[in-house]
């Protein structure tokens, strides 16, 4: 059972999706890795890479970053269904990035839905839990402990 907010929680204050591009000096080209970056409130902030690159777009546009694309994702096409938006600003209480996989290097978030006395938690994709509460306006927490053993330095480059 998730932390209720306040209790070992992170609240994150904005929300920005980005490609960051790498060079290969081996090779001399370079590459792009889709990354989430969460903007917390105590002032840091939470990076998670090799995000799907729908996500990533999906958040842009919703942040009027970016235009529709032409081609569209199934993300862009839900962010246009009202009915959809109702139904997740009715259902989604927040999200809660809480556990990690050390040994994939995977990141798992908690759904809270709650509607009418019902509850029920869960268990997803950290991006695509991130879209679903930006859509429906609703808070995204990461527990402190993650943010704490992050693999960067503050100050270091991503």
């Known amino acids: 059972m998730p932390l209720p907010p306040g209790h070992g929680l992170i609240k994150a204050v ?4 980005y490609a960051k591009r790498f060079a290969d000096p081996r090779i001399g080209a370079y590459y792009e890795v889709p990354v989430i970056e ?4 105590n002032g840091r902030r939470f ?21 529709i694309p032409r081609r569209q994702s199934i993300y862009i096409l839900l962010m246009h269904n009202e009915e959809f ?3 997740l600003t009715r259902s989604i209480k927040e999200v809660i ?11 798992t978030a908690s759904l809270i839905l709650e509607e009418d006395g019902f509850h029920l938690t869960l268990k997803m994709i950290p991006s695509h839990a991130i879209f679903l509460a930006l859509l429906a306006g609703k808070p995204i927490y990461v527990r402190e402990d993650l943010v704490e053993e992050a693999p960067w330095d503050e100050e270091e480059e991503f």
Do not use: F, H, T, W
């Open 47 to 67: 990076l998670m890479s090799n995000v799907p690159p729908e996500i990533v777009e999906a958040i842009q546009v919703l942040n009027n970053q970016l235009d």
């Open 38 to 41: 969460l903007k917390l409130e």
């Open 85 to 87: 938006k109702d139904i």
């Open 14 to 17: 904005g929300v920005s999706a």
């Open 97 to 107: 990035i809480d556990e990690l996989d050390e040994a994939r290097g995977l990141y």
